[in-house]
């Protein structure tokens, strides 16, 4: 197992390990910003783990296809564009070509602290100071329900590498609120389904009592007699074939 993996408790064969981690909540950098396709973003991804911009907490914007925006509303297809000078041919693609940058990146002073964090019902909320800034990560994935709210006021989110959701804070302490909100067709599906689920008991129920009402009405002695009448008459034509 890798180094930073702790071992606490061996259960039989499986064995327990602890895994240090900054919480739901940390204050990273957002100048570089990418735009692109689906198929450039898998290959931006894997790149920006491999050249060290994750160690810098250097999280970049990204826009797939127009969507989200920026920031910086840049809207230029497949551009990167760094606070440090670039090339301007370039891409997603050739993104390889940022690791010779990388040692001209500095992480600077502190970007502050999370003071506090918590959990709900599919909400998060932190109390953050911030010292310079930047962005406010939250690590779950990205989606255009999710609601932010910065001091009781909304905010922008914007959708940061490899997919988490962010929000711009400037320097102070700040309450912030984040809460997935689920749109309108769910619910009317989850009612619809539910709705469904009573249908098919009530007719389950109502079959039940069909058959038993069958059952206790159709007189049991049916089936000997129309064997005895099948009987009957085949005896009547052996007969009748006989005399002939």
């Not at 998060?124 to 800034?133: F, G, H, K, N, P």
């Not at 490899?162 to 400037?170: K, S």
Request: hydrophobic residues 35%.
């Amino acid at each position: 197992m890798p180094s930073f993996m702790k071992p606490i408790e061996k259960f039989g064969r499986h064995q327990l390990y602890q895994v240090p981690t900054t919480g739901y909540f940390d204050l990273v950098g957002s100048q570089l910003t990418f735009t692109g396709n689906k198929a450039a973003y898998f290959s931006a991804a894997q790149s920006w783990l491999e050249i060290g911009l994750l160690e810098a907490k250097r999280h970049p914007q990204i826009s797939i296809n127009g969507s989200p925006s920026f920031l910086n509303h840049v809207g230029l297809p497949s551009t990167i564009i760094l606070d440090t000078p670039l090339p301007s041919d370039s891409s997603l693609e050739s993104l390889d070509d940022l690791g010779s940058y990388i040692s001209q990146i500095s992480t600077g002073p502190s970007r502050g602290s999370i003071i506090s964090e918590d959990q709900g019902i599919n909400s998060y909320s932190a109390t953050v100071d911030v010292e310079r800034e930047g962005m406010m990560m939250l690590k779950v994935s990205y989606h255009p329900n999710w609601r932010v709210t910065v001091d009781g006021s909304e905010a922008d989110t914007f959708m940061l590498m490899p997919g988490f959701i962010g929000v711009q804070l400037g320097p102070g302490e700040h309450n912030v609120f984040m809460e997935y909100k689920s749109r309108g067709l769910r619910k009317a599906l989850l009612s619809c389904g539910l709705v469904t689920l009573l249908l098919i008991g009530l007719w389950e129920k109502r079959s039940a009592s069909s058959s038993i009402w069958m059952k206790l009405r159709v007189p049991t002695g049916i089936p000997f007699i129309m064997k005895g009448t099948g009987a009957n008459r085949a005896n009547r034509r052996r007969r009748s074939r006989r005399n002939r």
